[in-house]
């Protein structure tokens, strides 16, 4: 089995422009080897947004270089645009997986339904780090719908497989390096063994409720983070849980992050921040 390495938590929220209220649980600033291939990990809510009748919710036109931004949304809409052409609302269950790599520019807004009904808001927004061969990709979007997503049940429970393997079920998300991503949920009383890769860094986000990892205690935007080394790990549930379940294999490559930038040193760091300032990322269609 695993072993448990720490509790990662951060009490303190902020805000990402004005339509997500977010806690970092973790990022690139602490100990990257321990968390890679991930880079950060934003809890978004649970928040009740009020109707508005406005221009909706959200964050303006920003790049990023390098990486991923994978977003999973529970309750709320998000709509996205972006400088490839790509764009789309993503709802519950709705996944979407951008690969910046080479460079994008997009926006995040709360879809304008959600904003002007309000309602319930809650989702993750988690940045997967690229290997360096492939951090100047072109950019790409996928959209997984929920419908495309697996669903494996087990007694007391059942794992949604959006990236990887889950007992056979394999995740619609291509990815550069092997990851699982698999949204679990457990019912009150109930346990799971989750078969977490030997080599993998695994990390077990707690979004609702309250759960033991091996025998540490785990609640509300706790992540349990365990071993690189051993296999597996035993997840009891006390209360109705909601868990997103990564691991990763660790990419070995040194980690420099400036901002919406993570590249590998800081010459590539300023080499995107010149890209950025010249224009060329390009452009979110109007
Ligand atoms: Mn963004």
Redesign the pocket.
Same mark, same amino acid.
């Given at each position: 089995m695993k072993s448990i390495a720490e509790v990662m938590r951060q009490p303190q929220g902020h805000w990402v422009g004005d339509g997500f209220p977010v806690r970092s649980i973790f990022s690139y600033n602490g100990d990257t080897a321990a968390i890679s291939p991930f880079l950060l990990f934003d809890y978004a809510g649970p928040y009740v947004f009020q109707p508005n009748g406005g221009a909706p919710r959200g964050?303006g036109q %920003?790049p %990023?270089r390098g990486f991923e931004?994978v977003t999973i949304v529970y309750d709320g809409e998000v709509s996205h645009r972006d400088s490839t052409g790509g764009g789309g609302t993503i709802g519950p269950g709705d996944v979407q997986w951008m690969t910046a790599a080479g460079g994008v520019i %997009?926006e995040?807004f709360h879809s304008p339904a959600y904003s002007k009904a309000g309602g319930p808001f809650r989702m993750v927004q988690l940045w997967v780090n690229l290997p360096a061969r492939d951090k100047m990709a072109p950019a790409k979007y996928q959209a997984i719908t929920s419908a495309e997503i697996p669903v494996v049940a087990f007694p007391g429970g059942k794992a949604r497989i959006i990236a990887g393997d889950f007992r056979g079920s394999r995740g619609p998300a291509s990815t550069f390096s092997p990851i699982n991503l698999w949204d679990v949920r457990l019912d009150a009383g109930a346990s799971v063994t989750l078969d977490l890769p030997e080599g993998h860094n695994a990390m077990i986000a707690v979004l609702a409720g309250a759960v033991t990892v091996e025998d540490k205690p785990g609640g509300e935007a706790d992540i349990v983070r365990l071993s690189v080394e051993g296999a597996g790990a035993r997840v009891a549930a006390s209360s109705d849980a909601m868990l997103l379940v990564l691991t990763g294999e660790p990419l070995g490559e040194p980690v420099f992050g400036y901002g919406?930038f993570v590249m590998t040193s800081e010459a590539e760091i300023r080499q995107a921040i010149n890209d950025f300032n010249s224009g060329r990322f390009g452009v979110v269609a109007a």
């Open positions: 964050v %920003h %990023h931004t %997009h995040e919406p």
